[in-house]
């Protein structure tokens, strides 16, 4: 009896989710997966849920830490780190946004400050550039997490002493 009391309320919350989860996404099609997934989720810990508490909160927050570990995912899956010894990718003309000369030279500078820079300053400052996060890179570099910050810190601040003149 408990399993179709968990079902009825699981289906009468599924408009409100839908809503909920295209808030999150702004697409349909990817709202429509997250309630897919948020429900199945949901029957598979059917017996943790307890009776007699906010059915509907649980189904929030379930739906919430599934769109948070998938975007978390998606943001992990596009990083890229260039592990060649001379930094050969990171080192590549990008496209850099600026539409004057000015501004690709500005990116030139900055490249050869950060690239003369000692490894072990480059790295962990080239790394957070592409979007890791201090505690990974922290785990990549198998440093702890207060020498990862404090590198990147002195490399930003030697970037601004040696621009700062620049303009």
Known sequence: ?????????????????????????????????LLQETALKALDNEDKYMPDTNFKGWMYTIMRNIFINNYRKVVRDQTFVDQTENLYHLNLPQDSGFESTEGSYDLKEMRKIVNALPKEYRVPFSMHVSGFKYREIAEKLNLPLGTVKSRIFFTRQKLQEELKDFR
Not at 3 to 25: C, M, P
């Open 1 to 33: 009896m408990k399993s179709l009391s968990f079902r009825k309320d699981l289906i009468g919350v599924q408009d409100e989710l839908l809503r909920f989860a295209y808030k999150l996404t702004s697409n349909y099609e990817e709202a429509n997966d």
